[in-house]
């Protein structure tokens, strides 16, 4: 039986959780959300068993793959880019983590009002600029953040983002900030469901929080290191 000791890696995460809530005096409530990409089904079942039911994928054809597979009623999390041609996908998903671009805000409206549904999802912020990864900058934000108010079929429930790779902990803390700081944004904007703050994965979640996350993204912490 693979993943034996995850009920007790979930426990010791939630107390680091709590104790992080305590320390960043927000007192908000965090969903985790378990990571299982590259992963089988015994990771889900593992997942359910151990009280863990949102689960994060970032590839679409393989978190379709899975829920086909599995019966436990989870919510699903997209946490990946999102090619425009997958969009109908979407409504097997509790949330789309990962609107980074103008061009898939209109790809997903489109497709909700073809089947007349709300897709909801949160805005991808790249506060750092980094040139490698998606998500708008807060220079961008400050543009759009009306339009996603404005745009029909989707609700945008809050934001996204991911620290650089190799940064220290003042870095750290500038980013999630930053995406704190784009939540009021889009509020003021009139995205008055935007509620949460998608960031913290396995190496800065306790930071994370700290600075608000009311959602943390973990894989590793919990199902070990991947292979690919
Ligand atoms: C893989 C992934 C995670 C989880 O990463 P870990 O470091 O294993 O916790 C979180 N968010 C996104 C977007 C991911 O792709």
């Known amino acids: 039986m693979p993943f034996l000791d995850l009920p007790e890696r979930v426990r010791e995460v939630r107390?680091?959780?709590?104790?992080?809530?305590?320390?960043?005096?927000?007192?908000?409530?965090?969903t985790i959300v378990a990571v299982t990409k590259t992963h089988g089904p015994d990771a889900l079942q593992a997942a359910w068993d151990a009280g863990l039911q949102d689960i994060g994928e970032n590839k679409v054809q393989e978190a379709v793959r899975k829920m086909d597979a599995v019966r436990q009623p989870f919510r699903w999390h997209l946490i990946g880019h999102l090619q425009r041609n997958k969009v109908k996908h979407l409504d097997r998903f509790h949330l789309l983590h990962s609107l980074d671009r103008n061009e898939l805000t209109e790809a997903v409206?489109?497709?909700?009002?073809?089947?007349?549904?709300?897709?909801?999802?949160l805005v991808q912020m790249n506060v750092a600029g980094e040139e490698t990864k998606g998500g708008f900058t807060p220079q961008q934000l400050l543009r759009e953040a009306g339009r996603f108010a404005a745009v029909k079929g989707i609700r945008i429930r809050g934001v996204m983002t991911m620290a650089p790779f190799d940064a220290d902990e003042r870095m750290l803390r500038r980013v999630f900030a930053g995406a704190r700081n784009a939540r009021e944004l889009l509020q003021e904007a009139g995205n008055h469901d935007a509620t949460e703050l998608s960031m913290g994965m396995s190496g800065d979640y306790e930071i994370a929080v700290e600075e608000g996350a009311t959602c943390v993204r973990l894989g590793t912490v919990l199902f070990g290191a991947r292979e690919k």
């Open 15 to 30: 107390e680091r959780i709590d104790a992080a809530v305590a320390r960043g005096g927000r007192g908000q409530a965090v």
């Open 109 to 121: 409206a489109a497709s909700a009002a073809k089947n007349s549904t709300t897709i909801d999802a």
